[in-house]
């Protein structure tokens, strides 16, 4: 780029492109963290060494004079305008020039905003085969694959950018530090623990070294090894990261800052796993506060921790406030992303569990069915995530009795889950156990507890044994004991139950967490 100082390049517009490309892709949300606009103005200042107010100019006048297919698609990607970008940006790809790759990783940037994997794959596949050992392009394709679930070929493509750095930078640069935390994202998404753990830590290890312990990519790092221990029910491990990210965000970007605003919504969803209902709220609305101020009213930031309060108030059985805010959170998703975004299917996947607690079956089905159909759309017929709304359905109907349309949701849910996650993992676990919720209530509890105790074997082995989602085993476990006759069985069962819950409280794993990459 240019050395720090220097203006004369300002004027030069295919430079200002390049720094075009390069702040879009910074506020990209799901690309880099927590980039707002400023802040990604500031950071590229700083990097070429001129002012935020020349840099904005030299943008707008850039914007303003914008001719080609590629500097509309890049304008209307540096302003949030995806579909837009990505129209121009596909007729200007059709011409390849020098800036094939850049213009690739432009598109791959607006499509992954939309919420449309499978085609933000395609974009860095074209750039891959130009450029096949380029990080970024990896490192992207890696993202685009993971939210397809197609963990092995993401594991694959990320551990050769990482590779492929170390090679280049050494073993403790901060970019292999962003790396190994986005390789333990993958894994943390598979409910890999064990191998997650130790990416996170690593990352952590290296940029408290190499950029000091307040970095903001330290802050980061701990968020997201917080949120691992939160999964893995180690609560008390949890807490102190959360609140030390937080204490970083204040300190480096300030009070009101985007990224404390997610933090304090982690450590909330932390709160309301607990049971602490009460200590979790206050932080909600704080960064609800944060988010409308910096971002506005109807910014999909906004629209999650109103689906997160959602969450709190169902739990607490404040089910008027809870509908209001998910259906608040849901219209703002579908006017900020489009009615087909993945996020529009859980902010429906949510309001319809509300529905189906309050025995509104029919107004439940009718979202759970339009949240599997957009899931299905984005993700692919064979994503976890679709396993989970054809969990969440099952589950509908067996409160309607309706149990062989259970039976198959269930069991097309097992299927995907045995093939994209394994048969260990406790989203597997989630599918048996509601397989045996599904044989109690239909009265053939013999059936239920092979369930049950398979179910109980998975969660044991992958979250330990004092989980609160153990606790739900064996509390389900004994009531099909109970039932048939083994009441000594159910009583050991109910008693361990007890102790997990007088531990560590409740687990409902509804909210949306925002680890970070």
């Not at 390069?22 to 002012?51: C, M, N, Y």
């Not at 100019?57 to 837009?84: C, F, M, Q, V």
């Not at 008390?236 to 985007?258: F, N």
């Not at 509601?434 to 239920?448: I, Q, R």
């Amino acid at each position: 780029m240019a050395r720090k100082g220097t203006q004369r390049l300002l004027t030069d517009r295919r430079f200002v492109r390049h720094v075009v490309a390069d702040v879009a892709s910074r506020l990209s949300s799901k690309i880099r963290s927590f980039s707002e606009p400023d802040q990604a103005l500031a950071d590229e200042a700083q990097s070429l060494g001129v002012s935020v107010n020349q840099i904005k100019s030299a943008i707008d006048d850039w914007s303003n004079n914008a001719g080609t297919p590629y500097d509309k698609g890049l304008a209307a990607l540096y302003t949030r305008h995806y579909a837009e970008a990505v129209r121009y940006i596909s007729e200007s790809a059709s011409t390849p020039d020098v800036d094939q790759v850049e213009k690739y990783v432009a598109l791959f940037d607006a499509e992954f905003q939309l919420g449309r994997y499978p085609e933000a794959e395609a974009a860095l596949v074209a750039a891959r085969s130009i450029q096949p050992s380029n990080v970024l392009v990896l490192l992207y394709l890696g993202q685009a694959l993971e939210e397809q679930g197609k963990y092995s070929e993401a594991e694959q493509v990320s551990q050769l950018g990482l590779a492929i750095d170390e090679r280049a930078l050494g073993p403790e640069h901060p970019q292999i530090a962003s790396l190994l935390n986005n390789l333990g994202l993958l894994y943390d998404d598979q409910a890999k623990y064990g191998q997650a753990e130790p990416m996170y830590q690593r990352s952590l290890q290296i940029d408290e070294k190499v950029l000091g312990p307040d970095a903001p990519e330290v802050a980061t790092e701990l968020n997201n090894l917080a949120a691992l221990y939160r999964n893995e029910g180690r609560y008390p491990e949890a807490e102190p990261l959360y609140k030390r990210a937080i204490e970083i965000g204040e300190k480096t970007r300030g009070a009101d800052h985007r990224e404390v605003a997610v933090r304090l919504s982690n450590l909330a969803i932390l709160y309301d796993d607990e049971g602490r209902y009460a200590e979790a709220e206050p932080l909600y609305r704080r960064a609800l506060a944060i988010q409308q101020k910096k971002l506005g009213p109807e910014h999909p930031d906004v629209a999650t921790t109103l689906n997160n309060l959602s969450s709190l108030y169902w739990r607490e059985n404040r089910f008027a406030e809870a509908e209001s805010f998910g259906k608040r959170a849901l219209s703002i998703y579908e006017k900020t992303v489009g009615p087909d975004h993945p996020l529009v299917g859980t902010c429906l996947n949510n309001l319809a569990t509300l529905y189906d607690d309050e025995k509104r079956y029919a107004e439940a089905e009718l979202l759970f069915k339009r949240s599997l159909e957009i899931t299905e759309k984005s993700v692919g017929l064979e994503h976890p995530d679709v396993a989970n709304r054809l969990n969440n359905l099952g589950m509908l109907y067996v409160h309607e009795r309706e149990f062989s349309e259970a039976e198959a949701m269930f069991r097309r849910a097992l299927a995907i889950n045995e093939k994209a996650l394994g048969s260990e993992h406790t989203a597997y676990a989630v599918n048996l156990h509601n397989l045996g919720v599904m044989y109690t209530d239909k009265g053939d509890p013999g059936k239920a507890v092979p369930m049950y105790e398979q179910a109980l074997r998975i969660d044991e082995r992958v979250l330990g044994q004092d989980n609160p989602t153990v606790a739900g085993d064996l509390t389900a476990l004994a009531v099909a004991l109970r039932r048939l006759g083994r009441s000594d069985e159910a009583d050991l069962c109910e008693e361990q139950a007890r102790k997990i819950q007088a531990n560590m409280g409740r687990n409902n794993p509804s909210p949306l967490d925002n680890s970070e990459k």
